[in-house]
């Protein structure tokens, strides 16, 4: 991985906003954006004497300590996206890789509000053996963090991953499933495998309780979806 420098992505920046007059929010797709705290920090300062726009990011559970999010509150950040998957820390660590547990979730989502920072989380639902007592797990936990913004998504194996191979070899994914999508299988509504426990129907229902919830949370109303 070849990192630019601080100093780089400013000027590119600085470039932009010359060129096109943007006065606006500015947003950052790194995966995630606070890895390096060293790079975060000469950023910051950067960021804040030449730039001072507000700005969002992507990160890690793992990589919002204290001095994480002060660094970007410091610097201009006003929401921080971050994948929380699911709300079953078993099926998170085992089939998505993800070692967090929900208490390490509760406390970076409550630091990153102490710190005035707002927070969208990505959710998916579709996992393979994901019940629905995991979805309403997920519901919980959401419940818990009560985001500002939710993004959902139906699980999607994709190649060259261990649970894309392990599908396969199942006999419950088409290999080139994706050359049939008819949309970016990231936001496709339809679940591309044979999920096991929860039909398509199943799923999209769950979808719209958890769509549902998180606006009622947003609106003071945190009532549970139904069953």
Wanted: charged content about 30%; hydrophobic content about 35%.
């Amino acid at each position: 991985v070849r990192m630019r420098s601080p100093e780089n992505v400013v000027c590119e920046i600085e470039s932009v906003i010359s060129r096109y007059r943007h006065k606006g929010v500015i947003g950052f797709q790194d995966d995630i954006f606070t890895l390096d705290l060293r790079w975060l920090e000469e950023f910051a300062q950067i960021f804040r004497k030449r730039i001072s726009l507000p700005f969002w990011c992507n990160s890690h559970v793992n990589h919002l300590s204290d001095k994480a999010v002060h660094l970007l509150r410091h610097a201009g950040c006003f929401r921080v996206q971050v994948g929380i998957e699911c709300g079953n820390e078993t099926m998170r660590s085992k089939l998505l890789g993800k070692t967090f547990d929900n208490r390490q979730v509760l406390d970076v989502t409550e630091r990153l509000k102490k710190n005035h920072i707002k927070i969208e989380t990505f959710f998916m639902i579709g996992l393979p053996a994901e019940s629905e007592d995991n979805v309403s797990e997920s519901i919980a936990l959401c419940r818990k963090i009560s985001p500002d913004w939710i993004t959902l998504s139906t699980f999607c194996p994709y190649p060259g991953t261990a649970i894309y191979e392990d599908l396969v070899a199942q006999g419950r994914l088409e290999p080139r499933f994706f050359e049939k999508s008819a949309a970016d299988t990231y936001y496709s509504p339809e679940c591309a495998y044979k999920q096991g426990t929860m039909t398509k129907e199943k799923i999209e229902y769950y979808k719209g309780q958890l769509k549902r919830f998180t606006q009622a949370a947003r609106d003071g109303r945190p009532n549970a979806p139904e069953r």
